[in-house]
């Protein structure tokens, strides 16, 4: 296939994320064999998944547990196509050569020697995440992994990522992996370390010795001159030597706020963090994709643009229109949201999709929850709701013009591909979504729900008032009984407005320019 025949595949075919098997278990492969071929008979054959490490110490790569993943999905399998993710943390040795560039929390280690002591040890952590159910007392971590704003970790993962293409480029599967996505940092979604944290967890910001370094260099030069520095931040006894970066007390904390505080960020220290991290997210990102068109030709994607996530800065999603722009990245994708998404809820996306679905291929990751999932909070009651939820995810994705993927986020627990109705429905679904994505459909929404990135890098991390006000208030909009677009405030110079009734913005405060002016 050519490069825009690969694309307008990922936009009409439904793409699948399996999970292989528990390892622990004699049988496993044999049962992901069936499953896998279950999702032949449903329709969809474009597979994802992240592979096994591979970069396993300082220009290392071991990509033996690669090729078994791969040989499993794609041997003997000539219709299936498949694309990588690629996780781009580095290995520990890496960490252990480069203790300045780490990932350091709040009271963590001020000195390399004291970062190198710690890495690998249990105040490492490794995951940058938990499961949301991890409370007060806190593991006692003191270090994540890379800082992203490591020129020399973003140099020594580009290498890497060369030796990852050129492996699969020159091997077996060439025709069958049609493109690639490269991940790292939470759950591999291109998230600052500790961002999903609970408001009162210390595991959070990135106080590396690098970091540091580059964010101050950073502010200069946005600024101007230290003088200028000083003023924009208050902070008239500032130096480079003791430049201190926002705590999470000072961003996560309701103490002694006032109401418009607890809304909006008045530290501009902290909006030049958000910023910063995007930045520097972003440049690693651009990096990653140029290296995969140079050396394989074949589109690039990875996760970006979490607006739902009140800590949409910190994790360094802000950079939206250079994503949009950079001839690098050719789609993106984010979970559907996690709020209001059960049966009788309109669901949601947790990026502004329809905003990047005007000039990049989205593709929305449907992990909802079957009745048969061992998640009691999230699942389905029943296999009726578990239709409901499902197709809803295939309307809304026709309504938006996106693309998607099943995720059976927890595999073999919840075996939608071992259920003979699920795969039906499965079927069922796969048939409709190819028959009517190739299709033109002319846009009748009435109402526009309008989100601003610099505007979410002016809020704040306190979730209860963020979700009050921007959650909730997406859902009563798309239970009023019309469709709802979702827009970013930059599309507001370039589509028709005047079919728009009734336009929400909620969190639009800071649109500057001729985006202001339009908003106004």
């Not at 996760?303 to 802000?318: I, K, N, P, R, S």
Request: with cysteine.
């Amino acid at each position: 296939m050519t490069y825009d025949e690969i694309l307008q595949k990922m936009k009409t075919t439904p793409w699948n994320w399996y999970y292989v098997c528990d390892g622990n278990d004699p049988n496993s492969w044999e049962k992901y064999r069936v499953r896998r071929e279950e999702l032949d008979y449903i329709g969809s054959d474009i597979n994802t998944m992240g592979v096994p490490a591979w970069w396993v110490g300082v220009d290392t790569y071991d990509f033996s547990g690669v090729d078994k993943y791969i040989d499993a999905l794609l041997k003997d399998y000539p219709n299936r196509y498949f694309v990588p993710r690629i996780k781009m943390d580095p290995p520990l040795d890496w960490l252990k050569e480069n203790p300045e560039d780490v990932c350091v929390y709040y009271n963590g280690p001020t000195t390399a020697e004291e970062i190198k002591q710690m890495l690998g040890t249990s105040l490492h952590d490794r995951n940058g995440w938990d499961d949301g159910k991890t409370r007060n007392p806190y593991p006692d971590q003191r270090i994540a992994n890379q800082s992203f704003s490591s020129q020399k970790w973003v140099k020594d993962a580009c290498k890497a990522l060369e030796a990852f293409v050129e492996h699969i480029e020159n091997g077996p599967y060439k025709r069958q992996t049609i493109g690639y996505m490269p991940a790292f940092g939470n759950c591999g979604e291109c998230m600052w370390w500790g961002d999903w944290r609970n408001q009162g967890d210390p595991r959070k910001g990135d106080f590396g010795l690098n970091h540091k370094k580059y964010f101050y260099e950073w502010a200069i030069e946005k600024y101007g001159s230290e003088d200028a520095l000083k003023k924009a931040w208050n902070m008239p006894s500032l130096t480079k030597e003791n430049i201190p970066m926002p705590t999470p007390y000072e961003r996560w904390s309701e103490g002694g706020k006032n109401l418009r505080q607890v809304i909006l960020a008045d530290d501009q220290r902290q909006v030049d963090c958000n910023e910063f991290h995007s930045k520097v997210c972003f440049d690693a990102i651009e990096s990653f994709g140029k290296v995969i068109k140079e050396k394989s030709g074949k589109p690039a994607g990875c996760f970006y643009g979490y607006f739902q996530d009140e800590t949409v800065g910190y994790a360094g999603h802000l950079s939206i229109e250079r994503a949009l722009n950079t001839p690098y990245v050719d789609f993106y994708s984010s979970p559907k949201g996690y709020h209001y998404c059960l049966a009788g809820d309109p669901g949601s996306s947790q990026a502004p999709a329809q905003s990047f679905a005007r000039k990049k291929l989205w593709i929305e990751e449907n992990d909802c929850r079957s009745h048969l999932s061992p998640d009691v909070i999230r699942k389905s009651d029943n296999f009726d709701d578990t239709q409901t939820i499902f197709w809803r995810e295939i309307y809304r994705a026709l309504t938006f013009k996106q693309g998607f993927w099943w995720m059976d986020i927890d595999g073999i627990r919840d075996d939608w591909y071992g259920d003979k109705d699920m795969v039906e429905m499965f079927k069922a679904q796969a048939d409709f979504y190819k028959k009517h994505a190739g299709q033109s459909r002319k846009n009748i929404a009435q109402v526009l729900f309008v989100e601003d990135e610099e505007s979410c890098g002016h809020t704040t991390y306190l979730s209860g008032a963020q979700r009050s006000l921007r959650l909730k208030l997406e859902r009563e909009l798309r239970l009023c009984g019309a469709v709802v677009d979702h827009l970013r405030v930059a599309d507001m110079l370039e589509v028709d407005m005047s079919k728009y009734k009734y336009r929400v913005l909620p969190r639009v405060r800071y649109a500057q320019g001729k985006m202001g002016e339009n908003t106004r």
